[in-house]
């Protein structure tokens, strides 16, 4: 059985954690909107991550979402609202503290997804060691259909997983990729029954924990060589995307449920 970890006193936490002996169970927790990613679930989510990558009785960290999917991606209200000092405010304290514990931190990390992993969703699946998928689940790299671009540290991720020139084919085309595809582009490494992927995951989990901390550390930190210029670069580029009229006639359409007419300002 599952040692519950402590929590946060808020009943509304939007990341839960779980152990299983050695292996932390990291959990999005909001399944009534598919897990969408907004500041608070991302801090929470730092927070939980921090904590298990600095405690040396936790050997790997399995990260999923409750409900039926992994995450939908970022929780898209309001953001059009946002002045052009507060959007690079708002990134350059956003996502890469988050980015840094899953890339660069010393516990091996595998991706649990079931359902949708899309925008944000995806790129917190490329950024995970270990990516375990059920055979309905469905990834998308929709930053383009609001006209921005990916963030989350997908510009260094992705490439890493599918090669530079396929990853700008996924961003540019914001096509949707099932499970099979995925699986064959080398976005993910395995794909089980629906419903199973938690409990595949638990188990590459228990193998890699089984792995030399140290020498596992070390790997992570050489292969995460890079990532502070592309984060830097999101940062320059995303807070200008996100003051366009392009941007704001993305978020109109995703509301109104219709294509998108874009200018190109």
């Known amino acids: 059985m599952s040692e519950q970890m402590s929590r946060l006193d808020d009943a509304e936490d939007l990341v839960v954690v779980e152990r299983d002996g050695v292996i932390g169970i990291v959990k999005l927790n909001s399944p009534a909107l598919r897990n969408a990613i907004n ?25 999923t979402g409750t409900g039926k999917h992994f995450s939908a991606g970022a929780d898209l209200k309001g953001f059009n609202e946002d002045s052009i000092s507060h959007c690079r405010s708002r990134l350059r304290n956003g996502p890469g503290p988050l980015l840094r514990e899953m890339v660069t931190g010393p516990k091996p990390l595998i991706a649990a997804v079931e359902g949708y992993a899309y925008g944000a969703g995806m790129a917190l699946a490329a950024a995970c060691d270990y990516v375990v998928v059920s055979s309905d689940a469905r990834f998308c790299c929709a930053f383009t259909r609001v006209a921005l671009i990916p963030d ?16 700008k084919r996924l961003i540019l085309s914001a096509d949707e990729v099932d499970a099979a595809e995925a ?23 228990k193998q890699f924990s089984e792995g030399p901390p140290l020498a596992t550390e070390f790997v992570k930190h050489a292969f995460s060589d890079g990532l502070e210029d592309y984060l830097r670069t999101e940062v320059d580029l995303q807070s200008v995307a996100m003051m366009s009229e392009d941007f704001r006639e993305g978020i109109r359409s995703f509301y109104e449920k219709r294509r998108p007419v874009f200018i190109g300002r």
Not at 152 to 167: D, E, K, N, S, W
């Open 39 to 63: 500041r608070k679930m991302r801090e929470e989510l730092t927070v939980r991550l921090r904590a298990l990558n600095e405690d040396p009785a936790c050997r790997a960290i399995v990260l």
């Open 183 to 205: 699986e064959k582009v080398g976005l993910v490494d395995r794909v089980v029954e629906p419903g199973t992927a938690l409990e595949a995951a638990r188990a590459i989990a």
């Open 152 to 167: 989350l540290g997908l510009f260094f991720t992705l490439p890493q997983r599918v090669g530079a020139a396929r990853a």
